[in-house]
């Protein structure tokens, strides 16, 4: 049973840093593609970033290029998000999602397992 506990989520000010860490347990780590989604409040969750589970692709939405960055640590079985340069529209539920030789998509359904969420809220 694959299992992502996100952490590392907080209360920061704009321009500010947070770096975000989901663990996996319950999979074989590398065979799986790894992404980060967000939910703001009253919106959908949508795509973050992702890794690849193989070529070492990394793929982000245009609202975050250039201030985060996705990487993963396969021996570790863990995924990062870097997060710089943090704006009040990333005030969100940050969620790690997984799936097994998962082609990079950056829907929703294209992956199956997703851990609980963790807060990361922006204030001026």
């Known amino acids: 049973q694959v299992q992502l506990v996100e952490s590392g989520g907080g209360v920061v000010q704009t321009g500010d840093s947070l770096r975000l860490s989901c663990a996996a347990s319950?999979?074989?780590?590398?065979?799986?593609?790894m992404a980060w989604f967000r939910q703001r409040p009253g919106k959908e969750r949508e795509f973050v970033a992702g890794?690849?589970?193989?070529?070492?692709?990394?793929s982000y939405a245009d609202s975050v290029k250039g201030r985060f960055t996705i990487s993963r640590d396969n021996a570790k079985m863990t995924v990062y998000l870097q997060m710089n340069g943090l704006k009040i529209e990333d005030t969100a539920v940050y969620y790690c999602?997984?799936?097994?030789?998962?082609?990079?998509?950056?829907?929703?359904?294209?992956?199956?397992?997703w851990g609980q969420g963790t807060q990361v809220t922006v204030s001026s």
């Open positions: 999602a997984a799936e097994s030789y998962g082609s990079g998509e950056q829907s929703v359904s294209n992956y199956g397992s």
């Open positions: 319950g999979l074989i780590f590398a065979y799986y593609t």
């Open positions: 890794f690849k589970w193989t070529g070492g692709s990394t």
